[in-house]
């Protein structure tokens, strides 16, 4: 049975094989039409892909390049003497692209030109790195934002504080600040030419307001929080300033005593052959050594704190150190933090509140912070926010956090009131900061007399022993 079906089988596997062969054939040939036809159009989708990816390459290229040409555009700096528009006669310098540019801009800003010429390699600008002090920056910032609320156009509001400015300083950085506004630079470019001059936050706020266009109301927090800044700055300068005026006296007083008044006893002692204990010989071993080494002691002082700033300024590491050192003391180490919490939470609350992004924030927080362990907290809170943690997680268990700070940050955040919680943190600390520098200046007094009377006591005690060994032979 099977073999007589097998013919059956064969052919009916043969009519059908040639039955779909048309089929097959020309249904991959549709299938690779249509593949080659969707290929093509990928390449096509592709191919203008790359070429408008190229176009935009090329272009930002050119505005790269347009602006590092700007930015590589060099000024030479001048030295004028003119008429200024009081009538009287001033001497100062200006930097420009050329010297037509310098004598164009300032014929125009009313100074009658007695001489310009390029200065030379000796001729030294004092005021030309010098930081525009914290005072005057909010006293300028506030009176900008006047002129501005007036309906006075920028340039003329910035030409006016130019012509108002008394200093030197203040004067030049508001002339070149109207020179780059003229040629068409916006207000924080002009003034991050001068990034020396004026602050890196203040520059990152103006920016954030020609953005929002409400520049004048930033300007107004920037003056509230410049001249918030000062009042803490002048906390700290007063609390240092006596405890530091009566350690010089203190040693002034030492030094001359073990210089001059020992040495006239050392011979008395001599001459009567008394018996020194080992105070008296300790305080003429030390008068002898200052006495004889004075100079190389003066100079090795100034090479050991020469070092220090060094070493200080430019090595990462040994600045840290000292910083932990000093937040680690006692008394000194919590007006340190208390301030740096202050300034930290003062300037986050005010980036925040101007819609400043929180990463944004953080990194200018890291530029303009000089503290090293504030600066790694702010960095490790960067790479926090990178991985989507929260930004409380960096500052939980900080010691150079308190407490308190932390939980503010943890309510900020979980109420979406953030700015606000950083405004009361500030408050906070700030009044902490004020209370420990009036203790500490109520405490200081005591502690330095009780010092200087040790001291003296000392060299006193050194002299009069000897004396009761001499009255005792001569009895």
């Known amino acids: ?83 200024n528009s009081q009538g009287k006669k001033e001497q100062g310098t200006f930097e420009a692209e050329t010297l037509e540019n310098a004598k164009e801009f300032l014929t125009n800003e009313g100074y009658n030109l007695i001489s310009i010429k390029p200065r030379q390699k000796l001729d030294i600008d004092l005021f030309a790195n010098s930081k525009i002090k914290v005072a005057d920056l909010s006293f300028s910032l506030t009176q900008l934002s006047t002129y501005l609320k007036a309906g006075i156009p920028l340039i003329d509001s910035v030409r006016i504080l130019a012509k108002q400015s008394s200093k030197p300083e203040l004067k030049k950085a508001f002339e070149k600040l109207v020179y780059d506004l003229l040629k068409g630079e916006s207000l924080s470019t002009a003034m991050e030419h001068q990034d020396k001059k004026f602050p890196k936050l203040l520059v990152n706020m103006v920016k954030t307001a020609e953005m929002t266009g409400d520049l004048a109301s930033i300007l107004d927090d920037m003056a509230d929080y410049y001249t918030s800044m000062n009042k803490t700055r002048k906390q700290m300068i007063s609390a240092l300033t006596y405890p530091s005026v009566i350690l010089v006296l203190a040693l002034c007083v030492l030094v001359f005593m ?82 740096e919490v202050t300034n930290f939470t003062k300037t986050f609350a005010s980036l925040l509140n101007h819609g400043v992004f929180i990463t944004d924030s953080m990194e200018i927080l890291s530029k303009i912070t000089g503290n090293e362990v504030y600066k790694r907290i702010i960095n490790k809170t960067i790479r926090n926010l990178g991985k989507g943690e929260s930004i409380s997680t960096a500052f939980k268990g900080e010691w150079a956090f308190p407490i308190v700070a932390y939980e503010m940050i943890v309510t900020g955040e979980s109420t979406g009131q953030l700015g606000l919680m950083m405004e009361k943190v ?25 010092i200087l009377a040790l001291i003296v006591g000392v060299i006193l005690l ?14």
């Open 1 to 83: 049975m099977d073999q007589l079906m097998r013919p059956f089988i064969l052919i009916y596997h043969l009519v059908h094989s040639i039955w779909m062969l048309p089929k097959k054939i020309f249904g991959k040939t549709e299938d690779a039409i249509i593949g080659l036809q969707d290929q093509n159009d990928l390449k096509k989708e592709q191919l203008e892909q790359n070429v408008e990816k190229e176009e935009a390459d090329d272009n930002f290229k050119g505005i790269k390049k347009e602006v590092v040409q700007r930015k590589q555009e060099p000024l030479f700096s001048f030295r004028y003497v003119a008429i």
């Open 258 to 339: 073990l210089i001059y008044i020992v040495p006239s006893f050392v011979n008395m002692f001599e001459s009567q052959d008394a018996t020194l204990p080992w105070i008296t010989l300790f305080v003429m071993g030390a008068s002898d050594f200052i006495k004889n080494n004075i100079l190389w002691i003066l100079i090795a002082l100034v090479i050991i704190i020469g070092i220090f700033i060094y070493l200080f300024k430019n090595v990462k590491a040994f600045r840290k150190t000292i910083q932990t050192i000093i937040m680690r003391m006692p008394v000194f180490g919590k007006i340190v933090i208390y301030n």
């Open 426 to 450: 500030a408050e906070h600390f700030q009044v902490l900061h004020k209370t420990i520098i009036d203790q500490l200046k109520s405490l200081i007094e005591p502690i330095m007399i009780a």
């Open 462 to 475: 050194s002299i009069v022993v000897p004396m009761f060994d001499i009255y005792g032979k001569i009895n």
